[in-house]
């Protein structure tokens, strides 16, 4: 059998990735393609606790200690995501190992640093990028709640994403109707999976 893919959503605070990857995850298993969806940070875990508390802004930690935990939030999932993988499920992750670079980049910390504790992690397959521009964010319901939801932040944060996209990414205009999104994206992650069923490759690539 082979292995599952492992799809991304990248995008700024408010870009509709969690209404997309469910979305996306929804259509997939109607169609009777076994796959799950994974949310990073996961805050229901002991370390994922401690991110909710910072992001709330409840507790207080150092810029590397914040992006260690974001990064072990990760590594704790990685064993079962191999696993899900190998036996065939196709993985839609709502956030990722790029967030963990583009935001603490875009507190000015070394970008080399940023990569380092998540070097070994899987690699994607596909990457989707709901592009939004933070002002357009900023105008959407709960904006503003959270640490990271400021304007100048997200704009940051944004070239850090656009910085890191390659040929894996594709770029989706995150202002236009979500069930037009959702129809760009469904095309997109059926024609990787045809692709893969095609010419199956073993999980390779690693974040490096
Ligand atoms: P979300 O639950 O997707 O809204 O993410 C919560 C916030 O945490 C959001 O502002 C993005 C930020 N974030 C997500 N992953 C990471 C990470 O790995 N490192 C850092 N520094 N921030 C992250």
Redesign the pocket.
Known sequence: MARGLLIVFEGC?RSG??TQSTRLVQALNGAGVAAKLL???D?TTAIGTMIDGY?QQKTRLSDQA??LL??AN?WEAMDQMRADLESGTTLVV??Y?F??VA??AAKKMDPRWCRAPDVGLAMPDRVFFLDIHPDDAAKRAGFGG????RREMQIEVRAQFSSMMDKSWSVVDALQDADEIHGQILALANEALERHRADPAPIGRLWT
Do not use: V
């Open positions: 605070d990735k969690t949310k990073f940070p805050r992001l914040i992006h974001f990064s990760r709502d956030r190992a967030s963990g935001f603490s959270e640490i990271y939801e």
